[in-house]
Nanobody, 121 residues
């Protein structure tokens, strides 16, 4: 079992920045940030293979950065140059510790409660 707790969400103006954090109860090889806007399907923002991030979608590439701390207990998402379309609920997620294929959304079976990000014009 993996417990995940997100924090750092808030309301900012377009062009601003936020840094989200997720504290995990244990280490897992795969972790990720997902987001979901009202009425829209959940989408992956970034995946981490241990400490290496991959597969930033075009919508956030160059603006968002995912990272882990040295102890691998905290997952962060630095969000710069925020746009109104970035608004949504952001979720930290993890797979079972044995999973190594980290870019498969269906592999994520542990989820945080979510933290709201609102970007105004």
């Amino acid at each position: 079992q993996v417990q995940l707790v997100e924090s750092g969400g808030g309301s900012v103006q377009a062009g601003g920045s936020l840094r989200l954090s997720c504290v995990a109860s244990r280490y897992t090889y795969c972790m990720a940030w997902f987001r979901q806007a009202p009425g829209k399907e959940r989408e992956a923002v970034a995946y981490v293979y241990d400490i290496v991030s991959v597969n930033y979608p075009a919508s956030v590439k160059g603006r968002f950065t995912i990272s882990r701390d040295i102890a691998k207990t905290t997952l962060s998402l630095q969000m710069n140059s925020l746009k109104p379309e970035d608004t949504g609920m952001y979720y930290c997620a993890a797979t079972d510790p044995t999973i190594r294929a980290c870019s498969t959304p269906g592999a994520y079976n542990y989820w945080g409660q979510g933290t709201q990000v609102t970007v105004s014009s």
